[in-house]
């Protein structure tokens, strides 16, 4: 029997990760350690919770088991401390924010200078990532996403709408023939962990035939190799727009447009750090939101 209700959760994190490494991560220690716990648990159960092949931890009918227990005391730990945090009525202490890289690059330093100016005691912690469940299982406190439908059960103030629109570096440009047909062009786009993007959709009706001569996970890295010179690329307006480097190529693409929104869970909204920041977030973003909307350009950075 296992009397640590922890090995319960690490087995859950197993499962839903995948992966050792994966579930070393979730929980803050390294892969050797998961391993010997792993290997320690099975010894002391005298049963095989995961397969492994290729990498991969599939869980036997036992390890379903006891993920699932996992994955209940996981969700009663996480709505416990939720509605505790929620009781909180100080103005001070941690404000887990979380956000996609061009959005925590462009904006967010700035506002974080600001909100330190307005609230010394609160500290912002930002972590740059595309999941929406990062509020639910309380791994952030406020989201800052692009979002046509973000979840029913979390708290929205719409900041406005995101543009996009297609740049060419102007060195790129200054080489390039028949500079207007833009079936004619080099592109970079995104990689395939985000062929979902609607960009590339857009990208597949404009330019069927044309090379991606570059691709990455990120628009900030499209930006970048955009304004080296390699070719054209679909970038949100506030990222291209303060970059002298570039050109627009089109205007704001109507089907590209998306929906900013900042994002908190409702068990936080009387959390006196939490409402102070979110409040403060969405009066900043109010300032920018006609560079966000690629309506005028954002100051150079």
């Not at 330093?109 to 990062?134: F, G, K, W, Y």
Request: aromatic share 6%.
């Amino acid at each position: 029997m296992t009397d640590d209700l922890n090995d319960l959760r690490f087995v859950a994190a197993i499962a839903q990760t995948g992966s050792l490494s994966g579930a070393a991560r979730r929980l803050g220690v390294n892969h050797a350690t998961a391993f010997r716990r792993l290997t320690a648990m099975e010894s002391r159960l005298g049963v095989r919770l995961f397969e492994r092949g290729g990498g991969r931890y599939a869980a036997t009918a036992a390890g379903e088991e006891l993920a699932r227990a996992g994955t209940v005391i996981e969700f009663e730990a996480t709505q416990s401390l939720r509605k505790v945090a929620g009781q909180d009525l100080r103005p001070s202490g941690v404000v887990r924010v979380t956000t996609t890289d061009t959005i925590a690059a462009s904006f967010l330093p700035a506002m974080a200078l600001s909100c330190r100016q307005q609230h010394p005691d609160i500290t912002l912690h930002v972590t740059m990532a595309n999941e929406l469940h990062n509020l639910s299982r309380r791994d952030a406190d406020i989201a800052i996403r692009p979002s046509d439908k973000p979840p029913e059960h979390l708290i929205g103030k719409r900041i406005g709408p995101l543009a996009m629109a297609a740049y060419g570096a102007r060195n790129y440009l200054r080489g390039a023939r028949h500079v207007a047909d833009l079936a004619g062009h080099a592109w970079l786009g995104l990689d395939d962990s985000l062929s979902y993007h609607r960009s590339l959709k857009w990208l597949a009706k404009v330019a069927p035939a044309a090379p991606l001569v570059y691709r990455t996970n990120n628009f900030t890295g499209l930006h970048h190799a955009c304004a080296h010179g390699l070719g054209l690329a679909v970038l949100p307006c506030f990222l291209a727009d303060p970059d002298k480097r570039l050109q627009r190529m089109t205007p704001p693409l109507d089907e590209l447009q998306v929906p900013l929104w900042l994002l908190m869970h409702p068990d936080l909204r009387h959390t006196a750090r939490v409402a102070a920041v979110f409040d403060f977030l969405f009066q900043q973003f109010g300032q920018v939101a006609a560079p966000i909307a690629g309506l005028i350009s954002a100051p150079a950075r």
